[in-house]
């Protein structure tokens, strides 16, 4: 985030007037003076997202790699959600799951989403009282992916 | 607001269910009035060799059915050559075609996702 100069030479020698702006990440720009508010939602705004699709179930390195990039997008400022599908939705259920049992409830306690696709909950037997508290259930999975892919995410990783 | 999507799909079907899950994702991105792009790539040139109705899952029914909504659909013609896979083996309607159109394809569009582990 950097607010831009209300002074510039190159400005003065054309004898043009600068109006005070706010940058964030170069993605968004506000003419004025924003308030603290305005200011504190465009730099939550700005924060990029990754999306992180699952498929795979906990066991391989497909579900350590998603935790793994996910806590680390968040350490670097960023928001992260993991999206399962298909044997993905393994890993959002309670019990033992080695060294991700403990790293799924610190994505979600730091920020991070997770949901998990109604159809593929069901085709795996597993019943919400059975997941991770907080994992989300997504009843319109592919319908919600679409609209997290097209509108929300910035990146997807799929693995 | 309509946006252009382009979905890569790697594998090829009944080994996971990532053939069906491309082109599930493509027909719904569809109809929420995306633009969709569906290029079929390395063992992907086998999802559109399934022709015959399946008395379980079938990618190939799905393809049909992102056709008929639509999606773009294109095969990678050295994959498919790799493969002995020519235009007749293949559901009509969808193209063998050079890497340059998915090149194009990704220039294009707003996000693209790969199905390919």
């Known amino acids: 985030m950097r607010f831009l100069p209300l002074y510039s030479p190159e400005a003065d020698a054309l004898g043009a007037e600068l109006a005070p702006a706010l940058v964030v990440n170069r993605k968004n720009l506000v003419e004025g003076v924003p308030s603290v508010e305005e200011i504190k939602e465009l730099v939550e705004n700005s924060r990029s997202r990754l999306g992180v699709l699952l498929m795979k179930a906990p066991g391989g390195e497909e579900a350590e790699n998603a935790l793994t990039l996910a806590l680390e997008a968040l350490d670097q400022g960023n928001r992260a959600d993991i999206f399962c599908l298909s044997d993905g939705v393994w890993l959002t259920k309670q019990g033992p799951k080695g060294p991700l049992e403990k790293r799924l409830p610190q994505f979600m306690g730091r920020g991070g989403k997770v949901w998990a696709s109604g159809e593929h909950l069901k085709a795996a037997g597993l019943t919400k009282e059975r997941l991770v508290p907080q994992v989300e259930v997504a009843d319109d999975a592919l319908g919600d992916l679409v609209d997290m892919i097209m509108d929300q995410w910035d990146k997807v990783v799929v693995l | ?117």
């Not at chain 2, 996971?16 to 899950?21: I, K, P, Q, R």
């Not at chain 2, 027909?27 to 060799?49: M, Q, R, S, T």
């Not at chain 2, 899952?57 to 095969?75: D, P, S, T």
Request: with cysteine; net charge neutral.
């Open chain 2, 1 to 117: 607001m309509a946006k252009t999507l382009t979905i890569l799909l790697n594998r090829g079907p009944y080994v996971s269910e990532y053939a069906d899950l491309a082109a599930r994702l493509a027909i719904k991105a569809k109809e929420k009035g995306h633009n969709v792009n569906l290029y079929l790539y390395v063992d992907g040139v086998w999802a559109p060799h399934i022709k015959a109705e399946k008395p379980h899952a079938n990618v190939g029914q799905r393809l049909r059915e992102a056709l008929e909504k639509g999606v773009n659909v294109k095969i990678c013609n050295r994959c498919a050559e790799a493969r002995d896979v020519v235009a007749a083996d293949v559901i009509d309607g969808i193209p063998l075609v050079g890497l340059f159109d998915f090149i194009d394809w990704i220039k294009e569009s707003d996000k693209v996702v790969t199905f390919t582990g």
